[in-house]
């Protein structure tokens, strides 16, 4: 079963929920950004064999997440913040903004991206 692991990195906490292909929530996590929780978080992953890693914004407060999940052999794909808000928009009517949501609406950005170019790093997807 393929998953997505959207994610929603701050500068001292990440957020991330675990869909499968049709969409349904198989985990929610919050995790600090030091790390003891960073290797929690690849253990929340690595339970799912085959999985895509979906954070959004790469350059910017994203990035140190996402190039670690890179160097750990992970597939990361790069969720534009623009295209992860209008989902975010459309899915809730209001545009609230909570964690939980974001990570959310970045791996349903994900699934929902049908084209995707590799850049650079064989393992970091961006679109």
Not at 36 to 52: M, P
Request: proline letters at 2%.
């Amino acid at each position: 079963m393929a998953v997505i692991i959207g994610t929603d990195p701050h500068k001292r906490s990440t957020t991330i929920e675990v869909i499968y292909s049709a969409g349904h929530v198989l985990a929610v996590g919050r995790y600090a950004t030091d790390t003891v929780d960073y290797a929690e978080i690849l253990t929340a992953g690595s339970r799912f064999a085959n999985r895509v890693w979906a954070v959004q914004g790469c350059n910017g407060i994203s990035r140190h997440l996402a190039h670690r999940l890179v160097h750990d052999g992970e597939t990361v794909v790069d969720v534009p913040v623009k295209l992860s808000v209008q989902v975010r928009v459309f899915a809730t009517g209001n545009g609230r903004k909570t964690e939980p949501v974001d990570a959310h609406s970045t791996a349903v950005s994900c699934r929902a991206r049908r084209r995707a170019r590799s850049r650079g790093s064989a393992n970091l997807i961006t679109e």
